[in-house]
């Protein structure tokens, strides 16, 4: 928003959604907030709609929704892992970005301009055990941004994901050691906040990125390499 | 405010081609730019260019694969502006008919020794040469070229192998580094239109394979290059960033 952006923020948690589209307008920006079930494609059409009706066009979409490691989230080998479990992460995960990305797409194909940014994660690149769900849908979510780049790039829509590493987005919810604990492996030895992410993000959003696409760039202060 | 603003950065190679494209860049992004070229007049001449344009900028002749000439070019750019916040390792050898296209037996072992000592051993001494200063403001961006080539595995046996060499060179020493708060990163092009002189079938040979179907121009890669000498890039660090048009997936 800062960037000067008018920002659809999409939620399932429609307070949530409403709060944060608020905080964008009252600091002189344009946003609407639409609630939104990334896994359910009747809603995920209707959050296309909202937009268009809104704005009148999409520029770009950021797949950020997700189960994440912290939620709810069922710590297990594989051979002990819930199935329903696996379902429901892989449901929000990967199924959702196909969804939104679905959605999304005729209008950037008709507009020949479109920047999609999927937010993987560094544990695909760690193998991080104990959470295979997690860890598939988003080296899944990383298979998904190859080959839309390859579908899409003809209409000049670039995807690119963003892998980060444990990041102190609920500090509410989790105690700072939590966060701490992954610090002594960071070249740059602090917690990752979610600002930390912003810059990469606007870089893939606007036309600085315009020649890259397909590609999945770390940030988590120098632990995963890619 | 621009991205760059006030931020002194040393673009090796940047007399010409990618080099040039990245210096201008970052001089219209506010920054101070010194051209470090083995080609004095063409260093002079893009200096030149951004002085016209209201940028700040000093030329300085500089081999990179001297230590000598490499430690000259740090102590003529703190001599100049006190400080040095970017070093983007540019400068290579590449050029056809230069350099031997064909099966290894037939690549003679004195251009083998010349390719690693100006492609690897360049960045390496660049980044010995200005670390110092670096660690003592407790800050700094290395941005490397290396090619999309190394993850293609395609033609010109020496050079991938350099450039190999300088995305593994990145990974070590942005672990490194990153007490001081320097960051290493690599931006990895595809083959890139930057010599004009050039038979235009030669990018055009590369078109097909990209996802977004069309020649790679220098000024392409000039937003990654800004993104990673920039505060936006300050906690990614010992990656290499893949601009090729979406040939290679990385």
Known sequence: MAEGAKV??????????SVAAAEVEAGGGEALAVTVDVSDPGQTEAMVKATIDRFGRIDGLVNNAAIAIRVKHVNAPV???????????????????????????????????????????GTFFK???????????????????????????KSGITVNCIAPGLTASETEEMPASHYETRVPDRAIKRVEVPEDLVGAAIFFMSKDSDFMTGQSIIIDGGVAIN | MSRLDGRVIIVTGGGQGIGRAFALGFAKEGAKVAIADINGPAAESVAA?????????????????????????????IERWGRIDGLMNNAAFFQRPQITNGPIEEIPVDEWDRVMAVNLKGPFLCCRAVIGQM????????????????????????????????????????????????????????????????????????????????????????????????????????????????????
Request: charged content about 20%; hydrophobic content about 40%.
């Open chain 1, 8 to 17: 659809v923020v999409a939620d399932i948690n429609g307070e949530g959604a």
């Open chain 1, 79 to 121: 051979e002990e892992l819930p199935i329903e479990e696996w379902d429901r992460v892989i449901a929000v995960n990967l199924r959702g970005p196909f969804l939104c990305c679905r959605a999304v797409l005729p209008h950037m194909k008709n507009r020949g301009y479109g920047k999609i940014i999927n937010i993987a994660s």
């Open chain 1, 127 to 153: 193998g991080t055990p104990f959470i295979s769900n997690y860890v598939a849908s988003k080296g899944g979510v990383i298979g998904l941004t190859r080959t839309l780049a390859r579908e899409a790039g």
């Open chain 2, 49 to 77: 260019e951004i002085g016209e344009a209201g940028g700040e900028a000093l030329a300085v002749v500089t081999d990179v694969s001297s230590e000598e000439s490499t430690k000259e070019m740090a102590a003529a750019v």
């Open chain 2, 135 to 250: 660690k003592e403001q407790k800050y700094g961006k290395i941005v490397n070229i290396s090619s999309g080539t190394v993850f293609s595995g395609r033609s010109i046996l020496h050079y991938v192998a350099s450039k190999g060499g300088v995305t593994a060179f990145t990974r070590v020493l942005a672990k490194q580094s990153g007490d001081w708060n320097i960051t290493v990163n690599s931006i990895a092009p595809g083959l890139t239109a930057s010599d004009p002189d050039k038979d235009e079938a030669i990018y055009e040979g590369r078109v097909a394979a990209r996802s977004i179907p069309r020649v790679e121009e220098p000024e392409d890669l000039v937003g990654a290059g800004i993104f990673l000498m920039s505060s936006e890039s300050d906690f990614m660090t010992g990656q290499t960033m893949v601009v090729d048009g979406g040939a290679v997936m990385h």
